[in-house]
């Protein structure tokens, strides 16, 4: 069994600046397929910001063990009692809720536990970790 390695804070951060650029990058794809049409139907649009911004954290997190910007520095959300399996979205969508919520207090706990879990992996049980060597 491989030793699980636990990010740091500034890590953590990384990944978050990055998704923040990774969702920049997604409203301007958006913009600029929008503005080809004329018309372009207001549910189209909603479902566009939807996506952008509630849905892409919880969808990349549950289906693919982490968002754009995990990925760039080798992490993965993972479920604590079983880190070969991603957390379920229901989960996904709690954790980005509180973490949204709680904005960077939720990171304030990283430290002080040997798991490096910020409040929001607490309340969902998740645990994020570094990507193996053999997931490459």
């Known amino acids: 069994m491989e030793k ?3 990010p740091s804070v500034l890590d953590r951060v990384k990944a978050v600046v990055a998704d923040s650029f990774i969702i920049i990058i997604f409203m301007l794809i958006v913009t600029y397929a929008f503005s080809l049409f004329e018309n372009v139907h207001e549910n189209l649009r ?6 952008i911004f509630l849905l892409y954290d919880p969808l990349f997190t549950s289906m ?3 968002t754009i910007g995990h990925m760039m520095f080798g992490l993965k959300v993972k479920r604590e ?3 070969t399996k991603n957390i379920l979205f229901p989960l996904a969508i709690a954790r980005f809720l509180f973490k949204g919520s709680l904005g960077w207090i939720s990171l304030l706990t990283v430290s002080s536990n040997k798991k490096r879990k910020a409040i929001h992996d607490y309340l969902v049980r998740s645990v994020v970790i570094y990507k193996s060597k053999d997931e490459s």
């Open 64 to 66: 693919f063990g982490g």
């Open 46 to 51: 909603i479902l566009a910001f939807i996506f």
């Open 81 to 83: 009692k079983d880190t």
């Open 4 to 6: 699980l390695n636990y």
